[in-house]
């Protein structure tokens, strides 16, 4: 069967590898000159810089792409699992190391934030339970088949309906396990591995912290790109042929069924066409004529990000690959995303790959991606001057945390804003995350992986089911992958 995808970002990645694997022929179109979307890598000034995710959890997908290819992913991909998952920061001096041992973790925060030993065990046992209960039935399946409902896995996840606290939002039950105010601010932060807001997402997503503590956080050997690079090659491997600088002008559609794309005025006939482009051009862009699932394009938008990329001339071993300095008043910090806007204090994250690869930057220096999370580019923001005010809070906010002036050591420096994050990764709006998952029904609102108006048609990566983040797109990748395989 012949089958083109749109994109190759590492949904598009995986499904590729996945299809050329089972024998299809598969054809991949890239508007840019390389693979991978927001997970890619730059240079700048003799630094190395992964320019989008940074994280990276449950492995085992990875591994499992490889595997269901007939590969050994030892021979192709390695990668560490890390004994410290993120190092937090206070501006009242506060400083707390969540280590990737639960019991470590909880004794760290006994010591550091005076909560009582188990209060962290007892809620991740918390958040292990509730996604052992119903966290593979929402994110390995489609929502959208009445064969995912009809099992035993979904009966008794009804038994225990309240116990995932879907009636109440991601913080009231933080703040009802947890009750420390910087504890909770701590598990409030997960909200933001989906671009939502813990005000308003709902208490289910305290599942996110068992990605994290349970199946443990890890570093790509050669960096996050590496898992670009592994899975591009594999595909490759398995006969998918790669076009770039190509982007797909039109899907076509003939006789109610995705026939083919136009591509450069050309036309090219498939048998099966699937889409990593984010939902909302793929649909206003590629399929112009076609009925559009208004209700779901018109969903709140996740966040985005502004990203700072600096190469620091300096080493700084108080920090670690992953590093948080939190806000002084994280409500008012979402509060302001929901208008559109950026608050004074934010919430500055840092990722270090040096810490792991020292060869990202010259001897004694360091590659800093900072990263703040803002709104989508949804009200017409004036990002060149918002750059500029936020750059200066982030630098006073590290300067002060960290006790010695960050500007004078920055000796490179880049910036990407949600405005190039659209241009980049067609990502509408910039939204890194497709929808938002701020509501409830969040989950069910998200487009299916296939389309139910046009046959033949799928749909894959983070704008749409199980949504966004490495694990979650190679989980869609699979998921399409099936339906596909199902549909023959």
């Not at 979904?154 to 009636?167: E, K, Q």
């Not at 810490?355 to 703040?372: I, L, N």
């Amino acid at each position: 069967m012949r089958i083109a995808i749109i994109g190759a970002g590492i949904g598009g990645l995986a499904t590729a590898a996945r299809l050329a694997a089972r024998g299809h022929e598969v054809d991949v179109y890239e508007a840019n000159d390389y693979p991978g979307g927001k997970l890619s890598e730059f240079t700048l000034g003799g630094y190395r810089f992964d320019a989008g995710p940074s994280l990276f959890t449950m492995p085992m997908y990875v591994d499992e792409l490889f595997e269901t290819a007939g590969e050994d992913p030892r021979a192709h991909f390695s990668y560490l699992r890390a004994p410290l998952v993120c190092r937090y920061h206070w501006d009242d001096g506060t400083r707390l190391s969540a280590w990737s041992d639960p019991a470590e973790f909880d004794r760290e925060a006994a010591r550091q934030l005076g909560v009582p030993e188990g209060t962290v065990l007892r809620f991740l046992e918390k958040s292990k339970f509730k996604y052992e209960l119903s966290g593979r039935i929402f994110l390995e399946k489609s929502l959208h088949h009445f064969k995912t409902w009809w099992n035993k896995k979904v009966a008794r996840a009804l038994l225990y309906l309240p116990a995932l606290d879907l009636n109440r939002s991601m913080h009231a039950a933080n703040a009802r396990g947890l009750k420390h105010p910087k504890l909770v601010q701590l598990f409030d932060r997960f909200a933001t591995y989906n671009g939502s807001n813990p005000y308003r997402a709902p208490g289910m997503l305290t599942i996110i912290p068992h990605f994290e503590h349970g199946f443990g956080a890890y570093y790509p050997k050669g960096g996050m790109y590496a898992i670009t690079k592994s899975v591009y090659a594999l595909a490759e491997r398995k006969g998918a042929r790669f076009h770039f600088n190509t982007p797909v002008e039109r899907i076509l559609v003939k006789n109610g069924a995705a026939a083919g794309v136009q591509v450069k005025g050309e036309t090219r006939l498939y048998d099966q066409v699937v889409s990593n482009m984010d939902i909302y051009p793929t649909y206003k862009h590629l399929l112009p004529d076609q009925p559009h699932p208004e209700r779901t394009l018109a969903q709140e938008r996740s966040t985005s990000a502004l990203i700072f990329y600096w190469g620091i001339r300096a080493e700084f071993p108080e920090l670690d690959l992953h590093n948080i300095f939190f806000s002084k008043d994280y409500q008012a910090e979402f509060e302001a995303h929901s208008r559109g806007e950026v608050c004074s204090d934010p919430t500055v994250y840092i990722n270090i790959t040096t810490k792991y690869d020292p060869q990202d930057a010259p001897p004694g220096c360091e590659t800093w991606f900072v990263m703040v999370n803002v709104p989508a580019n949804s009200t017409g923001q004036d990002w060149d001057a918002l750059t500029q005010r936020i750059r200066r809070q982030v630098l006073d906010k590290l300067s002060h945390n960290l006790g010695r002036p960050i500007e004078p050591l920055i000796a490179c420096e880049a910036t990407l804003d949600p405005r190039t994050i659209q241009s980049k990764t067609a990502s509408w709006q910039g939204a890194l995350y497709g929808t938002a998952s701020n509501n409830m029904f969040s989950a069910f609102l998200r487009h299916p992986n296939f389309s139910s108006k046009i046959k033949s048609l799928y749909f894959v990566g983070g704008s749409v089911h199980p949504g966004g983040g490495i694990p979650l797109c190679l989980l869609s990748a699979k998921i399409t992958d099936s339906l596909i395989a199902e549909s023959v």
